[in-house]
């Protein structure tokens, strides 16, 4: 070792002595950064549904799958469906229920506990079809949504009404697609929040159990 090194070493040492005898550290100790908060991500949206974890102890719903090929996204729903069909048939009741009574009673306040019924089956679909919410949600939509446009349609032609009363069959076919569209877009978010509500309360409720026990 060089004169040089050794006196820079010594020089060194006696700069840390003299700061450990003063109680200070003798490296510069740097604050590590706060981690942002979860509140602040994501925006208005992350702030008003905060993020939430899948449900615990709940089995594979594809176990026992074993479709394949280019039709094996719709056999796969087909399939979560007929597993669990008293998640979205009985949804689909109450939402055909909600949808007459909206459609029916548009201006009064039939229509609006009409809406309310139809929203709250679309929740409960997704809330019980834990499998895949949004999917549930689409199909008790769909029930409802058909189920009445069956009744409306047998309706209109026992009193004498054809396609051409409404201006042919695109006068028809084409306002049935737009509100099937329509629903299955409500059922698509009633199913989400449906599921995500019901994760949130999981959540909630397990973070609540452990505060109790200390207590």
Do not use: C, K
């Amino acid at each position: 070792m060089s004169i040089e090194n050794r006196s820079a070493s010594r020089a060194e040492a006696r700069r840390r002595a003299r700061l450990a005898a003063r109680g200070e550290p003798s490296e510069p100790v740097t604050a590590e950064p706060e981690p942002e908060s979860r509140s602040t991500r994501g925006g208005f949206l992350n702030r008003l549904f905060p993020p939430a974890p899948p449900l615990p102890n709940r089995p594979d719903p594809l176990a026992g799958f074993t479709g394949s090929g280019p039709l094996r996204p719709i056999a796969m729903r087909l399939y979560l469906l007929r597993r669990n069909p008293l998640a979205w048939l009985p949804p689909g009741i109450f939402a055909f229920v909600g949808f007459l009574a909206s459609f029916s009673y548009s201006q009064g306040i039939l229509g609006l506990v009409g809406t309310f019924i139809l929203f709250g089956a679309l929740i409960g679909a997704g809330r019980f079809g834990w499998q895949r919410p949004t999917l549930f949600g689409i199909a008790a939509a769909l029930v409802g949504f058909v189920v009445a446009a069956a009744i409306v349609l047998i309706s209109f032609a026992q009193r004498g009404a054809t396609p051409d009363t409404f201006g042919g069959p695109a006068g028809v076919i084409g306002p049935l697609i737009l509100q099937g569209v329509y629903q299955s877009a409500l059922g698509f978010l009633g199913g989400w929040y449906g599921g995500y509500l019901r994760r949130r309360q999981t959540q909630l409720s397990a973070e609540h159990r452990p505060r109790q026990r200390r207590r």
